[in-house]
Every structure is written in C-alpha cells, then in structure tokens.
C-alpha cells in the first residue's frame, strides 16, 4: 500500500499570499496518478488536479500541481477568502487507492 | 451535469449489515469507475472499492466484509458492509472516476450512518 504523508498539517495564510502544499509518497507512484481534493465543512470534496498536473473542469488557474515519482506539490498562487479548506492527495496508480491525511488552510 | 446522491438509512446496529445506494443523474454510469468512499467524523477519507465494467476492486482493509454491485436500474450503485461496529460510523460518499481522468469527479454529498445500538 502506498502511503501518503502531506506537510504541513496546518498551514496559516492571509490572503493574497502563496499556499504550497506537499504530498509524500512512500513508493513512487505510477504514471503521475495523483489528485488533489478540496474539502469544506460539511461538504463533499471536490476534485481539484488529475494527473499530477492537470486542473479539473471549472477550477481557477490560480491552483496548480506539480511533481512525479514520491514528491508532489499543491500551489495556490494567490489565496482568495473561499481557498481556506482541508486539501487532501490522493493516488490511484496502485490499488488501495490511498489518501493523505490532509493539510488544513487556514487563516492567519 | 452529472450529479449523486446517496441513500440509505441513517443509523444501523452493530453486527448488521450497512447497506447504501448511490443514485446517478446526468448522466449514464457505463463509463465511469464508481466508487464508495468514507469518512468518520473529524477524520480523514478512506476508499471502500469501486466497480467498472463488470469487474469489483476492494480496500483489503475491508474486503472481507463489503460487496459493491451495480443496482437494478441503470443508473444506481449500491454498498454492503457486513458486522459492522462503531468503528464504521462515518459520512459515506459515492464518486465517480472517468477512466481517462482519474480523480474522484463528481462525488455525492454524502451520507452519515451511525453504528449504535
């Protein structure tokens, strides 16, 4: 099973300024079969990055990914008031799917 | 667009069996991966399985108690969790995954089913 491991658990920003986002995998996985899921209290996630790299229909370009192998990265380019969530990685290059654990957004 | 949404009931006994559908609108199912996925209360999600074309693949963690099957009619998939113990509390989704994205894309709203006797 592969594990993943996001840093940093918490991570405390204004708004305006540059979120980068680590997920950590404990094997290398499979033709950059990673996503990157937005959740909000209460709500469903939503799928934000496909492919390591490639946005989901209808999410802003201020979010990006990047990253292959073990190492990804989540960045939001400019955080706006709606981007404070929980972000969580996921891969489905290999069976179990697995998912971080999640870096929680928040405000500073 | 298409769109899910999850049904079943909200509170099960320990040692039954949870057992949930997920109903798909929008859209047909025949293309997609469709998956269960849970999440307890302040935690993180964990994949049950998904279905695609005939063939069922499962979260070892659970294999041995969980049947993912297509429903009757076209559009619905649904989920058994057999002995199930407080453990298995948790908001239950239903995702999709179209085989030349990946991702889980769109997801139901979810559902909270409380083990409790």
């Known amino acids: 099973e592969i594990v993943l491991t996001q840093s940093p658990g918490t991570l405390s920003l204004s708004p305006g300024e540059r979120a980068t986002l680590s997920c950590r995998a404990s094997?290398?996985?499979?033709?950059?079969?990673l996503a990157w899921h937005q959740q909000k209290p209460g709500q469903a996630p939503r799928l934000l990055i496909y492919g390591a790299s490639s946005r989901a229909t209808g999410i802003p370009d201020r979010f990006s990914g990047s990253g292959s192998g073990t190492d990804f990265t989540l960045t939001i380019s400019r955080l706006e008031p709606e981007d404070f969530a929980v972000y969580y990685c996921q891969q489905y290059g290999s069976s179990p799917i697995t998912f971080g654990q999640g870096t929680r957004l928040e405000i500073k | 667009q298409v769109q899910l949404q999850e049904s079943g009931p909200g509170l099960v006994k320990p040692s039954e069996t949870l057992s949930l559908t997920c109903t798909v609108s929008?859209?047909?199912?025949?293309?997609?991966?469709l998956s269960w996925i849970r999440q307890p209360p302040g935690k993180g999600l964990e994949w049950i399985a998904y279905i695609y074309s005939g063939s069922t693949n499962y979260n070892p963690s659970l294999k041995s108690r969980v049947t993912i099957s297509v429903g009757t009619s076209t559009n619905q998939f649904s989920l058994n969790l057999s002995s199930v113990t407080a453990a298995d509390t948790a908001v239950y989704y239903c995702?999709?995954?179209?085989?030349?994205?990946?991702?889980?894309?769109?997801w139901g709203q979810g559902t909270l089913v409380t083990v409790s006797s």
């Open positions: 094997q290398g996985v499979s033709s950059s079969f």
């Open positions: 929008g859209g047909s199912i025949s293309s997609y991966y």
């Open positions: 995702a999709l995954t179209a085989a030349h994205r990946g991702g889980f894309d769109p």
